[in-house]
């Protein structure tokens, strides 16, 4: 995008000043909002808001009871940075939650796999960015984005093959089964963890995603108690599920806390291992695979900061990290782990968390594709 307003450039000086000035500054502007008459109660309309800094302080002055209205034609910024964002999360946060877990390879494990991608990944960042000035940003990043779609599912699959591999055995050998009214079963959505989910098939299904175990869906008659039936034919075992109706008061904790013991033992006779076996875990092939997820980060937000200071005018474009960054990091990143957890408590597939990254990743591709104009440095710039 050439704007002729851009008269001091993008150069890596020019937009580390303008971060500083943006620090430097923040008690002048709160100042003259102060002195404009802003308080608690008020809605205030902010006309040529680039990335909102000016509207997150003045938000701190109206308060909870205010509304901050913020305007301006540069929408697409946020589109990019939601695909950068969940890509971030699967990256470095959910591979490290999914190897914990859901593949159970323990804390300590899983941490020093992604601490050691991470470490191997970082120069990646470097290559991309110095890339991208000669390239341009938006092949990068978009490029990122749908290299994300193309390979998550390939990674994470092979992320289970060399991390548990007793677990991908116990999955065929002996499936698991919940077996419950389709309309008792819940969408287990709870972001800050103060939902209670009491009724039979979310208990069951609460257990077996915390053990991560996957399994499938089968519907039993409106009304009836769920069960849990793991292996098939005349081997196959089953355990009822406990619902709070079904109990004196206070008694629903113990009870599921029992159901869970009970599974858990069902489980390991059945195959699936309690514990992690440390010496069958190929940690070399998942820090590789967990490289190759921070290569891809590395990809989109190698570009990412300079491509969103360059969409905006030099006059605000030194917030024009603050609101994509914090608005796609805060919301469509950070919903992850919840969303991926309710995903595999409804479908009871440990793959189906990633449709969310991959959805989001997609829609950034195609709208970016769309509407967000390249803003590769000038010559002179380099």
Not at 3 to 10: N, T
Not at 12 to 25: I, P, T
Not at 116 to 137: E, K, M
Not at 231 to 250: F, H, K, Y
Request: aromatic share 10%.
């Amino acid at each position: 995008m050439q704007d002729p307003a851009y008269v001091l450039g993008h150069s890596d000086r020019e937009v580390s000043r303008l971060r500083n000035q943006a620090r430097f500054l923040e008690p002048i502007t709160r100042g003259f909002l102060e002195a404009a008459g802003l308080a608690q109660g008020m809605t205030v309309l902010d006309v040529g808001s680039g990335a909102g800094d000016v509207a997150f302080l003045a938000a701190e002055l109206v308060g909870p009871t205010g509304t901050i209205i913020g305007v301006d034609k540069v929408a697409s910024a946020v589109e990019a940075a939601a695909g950068v964002a969940v890509i971030a999360f699967s990256a470095h946060l959910y591979s490290l939650l999914f190897l914990d877990r859901i593949l159970r390879i323990g804390a300590r494990d899983a941490s020093l796999v992604v601490a050691a991608a991470i470490l191997l990944g970082t120069p990646f960042y470097v290559a991309f960015g110095g890339l991208s000035d000669r390239i341009g940003r938006k092949p990068l990043v978009l490029g990122g984005c749908l290299l994300a779609v193309l390979t998550f599912f390939p990674l994470f699959h092979g992320l289970t093959h060399y991390a548990n591999p007793a677990l991908q055995k116990a999955m065929a050998a002996a499936p698991v089964t919940v077996i419950a009214p389709p309309g008792e079963c819940s969408f287990q959505f709870d972001p800050i963890g103060n939902s209670s989910f009491t009724n039979s098939c979310d208990v069951a299904k609460s257990a077996l995603t915390q053990a991560g175990v996957p399994y499938r869906n089968e519907a039993a008659p409106p009304g009836s108690v769920a069960w849990v039936r793991i292996g098939a034919g005349d081997a196959a075992t089953t355990l009822e599920s406990v619902r709070e109706n079904d109990l004196p008061q206070g008694a629903f904790k113990s009870a599921v806390d029992e159901f869970g013991r009970k599974l858990r033992q069902r489980l390991t006779e059945a195959g699936y291992p309690a514990t992690h076996a440390p010496a069958k875990t190929n940690h070399i092939m998942l820090i590789v695979l967990c490289t190759c997820l921070i290569s891809i980060l590395a990809m989109t937000y190698g570009p990412l900061g300079a491509w969103l200071v360059e969409l905006f005018p030099p006059r605000i474009r030194y917030t024009s990290l603050s609101l994509p960054y914090h608005l796609a990091n805060g919301w469509f990143g950070a919903f992850l782990p919840a969303i991926a957890f309710a995903s595999f408590a409804a479908s009871g597939n440990m793959y189906s968390g990633l449709w969310y990254p991959v959805f989001i990743a997609f829609l950034a591709f195609l709208l970016g594709a769309l509407f967000v104009p390249e803003t590769r440095p000038r010559r002179h710039e380099r």
